[in-house]
């Protein structure tokens, strides 16, 4: 039996030997996703970056970090090709690594994040009472405190940041607007019917809302998870940028700070803020395109009817053609 | 088949809801007293008015709310207050429930076979192919064939009829004693709604089981039920075999039920039957029907009548049972 | 009843894609609702009534396509119009009872809350006590008490949440109601209630009803005309003025939904449905859709496909002549 009979009635009609199992649901969403171009133009993009992230140490031409072993600002040629800085360093072996510590803080910074939002927003709004009451004033409380003043102040306590530390501390400050979004999302399962029947089955609530809610959820979380790349990259780079924290790594933030430092608008070294400032620019792109692409699968609203074959289009006007009908 | 202890039983049963209002927080009692016992292998149907506590009644059963007042056994122990997760599994390996939305209480995301193996798996130990047999074979015992494609589908795919039947293998699946059936055919075309019925009444018999029926429709309470109780307003009106409540209804309230779902009414013909929606809070006083009774007189609306014998095996809860059989 | 048309529906096709193919599910349907009327429309499931529905609301998902034929609401073609204009014009034109009813209240809203913002969202000038006032009052119409406005969906039981739903739909006193299996979670006494106080708000207003169920005796009692649907076509449809004396006639489908429905007096083993099943979209019977469960299929059943032809008072489409449709109905 195929699809199109779903609303039809019993008895049933015979088995189609043709039928196969059907997909499940998700995993004809992730094909859709992929035949939406929006998400696929940010899917190649990100995964431009992941590539050079993985490969980097083949990449790289020169050490990243060589202190001054080569000549300073040198315009982008042959040998240096993205040039050198005013430190003199490579600019494009500094950048190669300066991708793998972004995504990688990124991607980091989007587990915590995502994890925690998932936990406290899905777990709290799907049990409720006073669990649910408790993470709601955390999460009220995280949400009204400023954000970055507060990440500021944070990171400043802390000597020579590493990326480590970084990571956490943006990964523990990120996590309140998406908790607040699931939690709204999970109390509307509260009262649905298959979830107080999987509770007659006798499963935990925990177990229930692994195998009932989040499969159900699957689309926000990923939305959270690709948001929280973006804002870990670009707050690294934001703290980096204003000098917090090692600057010993490199990655996207630091190289601007160095720039800024080092004068290069001043000196016309455009090739050596250019290629991070554009690389955040670039991925923060490809992951709202993501998104967008995400979002256009999942809701409904936004959903776009799939195009008819030629045939078929065909066959139908032949048919208005024989009915005389407009 | 039956034995002389009930499987279920439940003696002056009061749930209560807080309800805010205006003038701050009211409780309605929407199940009022209310006593039944049901044996394996029988079926208690409960009908009532809409909003009259029947899922209230059937929901206690299955502890989704706790009762405020009364007892509830089941296979003789005092269930009334159990707490946690191994004695609310304990109830609910004995007590399952079909709701009455077939396209609400499956869960969109998830295939007909892992609705059913995650419980049988919890509920019957099997593992690997065992698992997948014994899937299969409750898919065939409620009527879902061929098994093993039907185990792929989701519930998009599947009709109403389909999906109920889902709903009750899931039931199953946990090797019940007692079935709490909430309206499982009200949404189902009429045609299709015999053969769940039928699907029913055949598990009955082959698993011995017992079933609280709740339904709004008489023909089918008559056709399923051994016995009937009559629920008005959270309180029993009358309690009886199915067939003499509906051969010799004695409360109004049943007769107004029952002419209207045989009498003809059309366009033309109507029934002033439009009056306030009964008061479900507590304290109050009399017969909760008093107000849109025919018969009722000052006695109706000071005191709440008491069950009373009108037959044998037949109670009503009426201050003129005895003469309103007679009218 | 003659007023002026309220719904024109002309040859109207609805098909969705799907996997397999192209499946059509409503298949030239042509319908017409006067003001003041009510039309009732019963069918087995799936056979397209809440296509059919949806099309009229504009409101089919991705996925389906209208093939053919046009729909006019008031005289106006809906599939012409904007975003916003349409958003006006359901509800305050249009309303629609859905067939989950139950379910499409917002889970964590009040239900008060939710009517106030109904009303507000349709008249930005009614204040908020007013909204409430309306909303408390409609409420009494379907039977609930106005104290409950402050419950959550899942503190009322399903057939409160479907008055609500109800409710809503007549609140702003429509021309055209679309009511999909309005009454299915409510017993007899309150669903004769709560139609006898929609047809009593019809008569005062006058919008009219398409009224869509599966409970043939229930279209028949509250329906000015009833129109049987079987396999995405109308196979029946009745004149509103009956001769009353004379006996009515059917469409072979629609003896057969006639005789299964259950009576009280029936013995227990009595009830059943109609033999076979309905045909699947993509492997639709060639000529009457019906004629592989018809007790009185001919030889043209299977190659012509009938149109809707008069007989008596009656529109229906079959090959049999008007005395044979007569001696099958009443044969016993
Ligand atoms: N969780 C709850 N909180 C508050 N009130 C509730 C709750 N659950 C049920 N009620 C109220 O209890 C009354 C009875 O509801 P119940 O669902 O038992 O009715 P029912 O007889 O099943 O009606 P229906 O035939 O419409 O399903 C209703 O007034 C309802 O609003
Ligand atoms: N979104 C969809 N995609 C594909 N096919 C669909 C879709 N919705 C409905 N159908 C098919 O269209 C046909 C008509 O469905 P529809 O929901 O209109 O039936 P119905 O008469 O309202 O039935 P019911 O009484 O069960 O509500 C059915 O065969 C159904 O399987
Ligand atoms: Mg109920
Ligand atoms: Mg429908």
């Not at chain 1, 800085?85 to 494009?92: A, E, I, L, P, S």
């Not at chain 1, 990440?151 to 400043?156: A, Q, R």
């Not at chain 1, 499969?215 to 980096?240: H, K």
Request: aromatic share 8%; glycine share 8%.
């Amino acid at each position: 039996m195929s699809r199109q009979d779903a609303n039809t009635m019993e008895p049933q009609s015979p088995p189609d030997a043709r039928s196969r199992a059907p997909k499940p649901q998700w995993l004809q969403a992730i094909r859709q996703v992929f035949k939406e171009p929006k998400a696929v133009i940010g899917f190649a993009i990100l995964g431009i970056f992941v590539i050079i992230a993985i490969f980097a140490p083949y990449l790289a031409r020169f050490d990243p970090m060589n202190e001054g072993a080569l000549p300073p600002l040198t315009p982008p040629n042959k040998t240096y090709w993205f040039g050198t800085t005013g430190y003199g360093d490579d600019v494009y072996s500094q950048w190669i690594y300066a991708t793998r510590t972004s995504i990688c803080i990124g991607l980091e910074v989007a587990v915590i994040a995502t994890s925690l939002s998932v936990i406290l927003g899905v777990y709290a709004g799907f049990k409720g009472g006073k669990v649910d009451a408790v993470v709601n004033w955390v999460t009220q409380v995280m949400l009204v405190l400023p954000g970055y003043p507060l990440i500021i102040m944070i990171s400043s306590y802390i000597p020579n940041a590493g990326s480590q530390a970084i990571v956490w501390i943006l990964g523990l400050t990120s996590w309140p607007a998406a908790a607040r979004m699931k939690r709204a999302q999970a109390m509307t399962f509260r009262t649905r019917d298959f979830i107080l029947a999987a509770r007659l089955g006798g499963f935990s609530d925990f177990r229930t809302v692994c195998t009932e809610v989040l499969p159900n959820m699957v689309s926000l979380v990923f939305n959270t998870f690709i948001s929280m790349i973006s804002w870990g990259i670009f707050g690294e780079a934001f703290l980096r940028f204003l000098g917090i924290g090692s600057t010993r790594t490199p990655s996207w933030g630091n190289m601007l700070n160095a720039s800024q430092n080092g004068n290069a608008m001043m000196e016309g070294a455009w090739w050596w803020f250019i290629p991070p400032g554009l690389s955040i620019t670039m991925v923060i792109l490809a992951l709202t395109l993501i998104n967008y692409g995400i979002d256009e699968v999942s809701n409904p609203r936004l959903k776009k009817p799939p195009k008819l074959s030629k045939a078929i289009r065909d066959k139908l006007r032949l048919q208005a053609a024989e009915e005389g009908a407009v | 088949m039956q034995t002389d202890q009930p499987f279920v039983q439940a003696i002056d049963l009061v749930v209560r809801f807080p309800v805010k209002t205006k003038q701050g927080t009211k409780y309605i009692t929407p199940v009022d007293g209310v006593s039944f016992a049901v044996h394996t292998g029988e079926v208690l149907a409960l009908v009532g008015e809409s909003g009259s506590g029947k899922s209230t009644l059937g929901r206690a059963l299955v502890r989704f709310n706790e009762p405020a007042a009364g007892t509830i056994f089941v296979d003789g122990n005092d269930v009334t207050h159990v707490r946690g997760q191994r004695d609310l599994g304990t109830l609910r390996r004995q007590i399952q429930m079909v709701f009455q939305d077939p396209f609400g209480s499956l869960n969109p995301v998830r295939s007909v076979g892992q609705h059913l193996s995650a419980l049988v798996r919890k509920h019957q130990g099997l593992r690997g192919d065992a698992l997948r047999q014994q899937t299969l074979q409750l898919l065939e015992t409620v009527g879902l064939s061929p098994a093993s494609e039907m185990i792929l589908k989701y519930p998009h795919e599947l009709s109403g009829g389909q999906r109920q039947r889902v709903a009750i293998a899931r039931a199953l699946a946990v090797k019940p004693r007692f079935i709490v059936a909430d309206e499982p055919i009200s949404m189902l075309d009429v045609s299709i709604r015999a053969d769940i019925l039928k699907l029913l009444n055949r598990l009955k018999r082959e698993f011995d089981l017992g079933y609280v029926y709740i339904t709004h429709d008489l023909a089918s309470a008559k056709y399923f039920g051994d016995r009937m109780m009559v629920l008005y307003a959270g309180q029993v009106m009358e309690t009886g075999t199915s067939a003499e409540i509906i051969a010799s209804p004695a409360h109004p309230y049943t007769r107004l039920l029952l002419s209207s779902t045989s009498g003809a009414w059309s366009r033309d013909t109507k029934l002033n039957t439009s009056v306030e929606a009964p008061d479900l809070f507590e304290g109050r006083r009399g017969c909760p029907f008093a107000n849109r009774c025919p018969i009722s007189t000052e006695v109706c609306l000071r005191d709440r009548p008491v069950l009373r014998a009108v037959g044998a095996n037949h109670a009503a809860a009426c201050h003129h049972a005895d003469e309103a059989i007679t009218i | 009843m003659t007023g002026k048309p309220v719904l024109d529906v002309r040859n109207l096709s609805v098909g969705y894609m799907t996997p397999r193919g192209f499946a059509t599910a409503v298949d030239g349907v042509s319908l017409t609702i006067h003001e003041g009327e009510t039309v009732g429309l019963v069918g087995e499931s799936g056979c397209g009534k809440s296509t059919l529905a949806m099309a009229i609301m504009r409101l089919l998902g991705p996925g389906a396509y209208v093939t053919g034929g046009r729909i006019r609401i008031a005289d106006r073609d809906i599939y012409r119009m904007g975003r916003e204009e349409l958003r006006q014009f359901r509800w305050t034109h249009v309303s629609m009872v859905f067939q989950s009813a139950m379910n499409v209240l917002n889970p964590v809203r009040t239900i008060g809350e939710q009517m106030v913002d109904t009303f507000r969202a349709h008249d930005p000038r009614m204040s908020k006590r007013e909204a409430m006032e309306r909303s408390a009052e409609l409420l009494r119409i379907v039977r609930i008490d106005p104290a409950r406005l402050g419950s959550f969906p899942h503190e009322l039981s399903g057939g409160m949440r479907q008055r609500v739903v109800i409710a809503i739909a007549i609140a702003f006193k429509p021309k055209l109601v679309i009511m999909d299996e309005p009454t299915t979670a409510l017993d007899v006494v309150v669903q004769r209630s709560i139609l006898e106080q929609v047809m009593e708000l019809q008569e005062q207003f006058g919008f009219s009803i398409l009224f869509i169920s599966h409970d043939i005796t229930l279209v028949n009692r509250i329906s000015n005309r009833v129109g049987v649907m079987y396999a995405g076509r109308l196979v029946e449809m009745s004149d509103s003025q009956l001769a009353t004396e004379e006996p009515p006639l059917y469409h072979p489908y629609a003896m057969g939904l006639h005789r299964a429905i259950p009576t009280l007096d029936a013995g227990d083993d009595e009830i059943s449905g109609i033999p076979g099943s309905p045909p699947v979209p993509l492997s639709m019977p060639p000529g009457c859709a019906f004629h592989p469960r018809c007790p009185y299929v001919r030889d043209a059943c299977a190659s012509i496909k009938p149109d809707l032809t008069r007989h008596g008072d009656y529109q229906i489409a079959c090959h049999l002549t008007t005395d044979e449709l007569r001696s099958f109905a009443h044969a016993d």
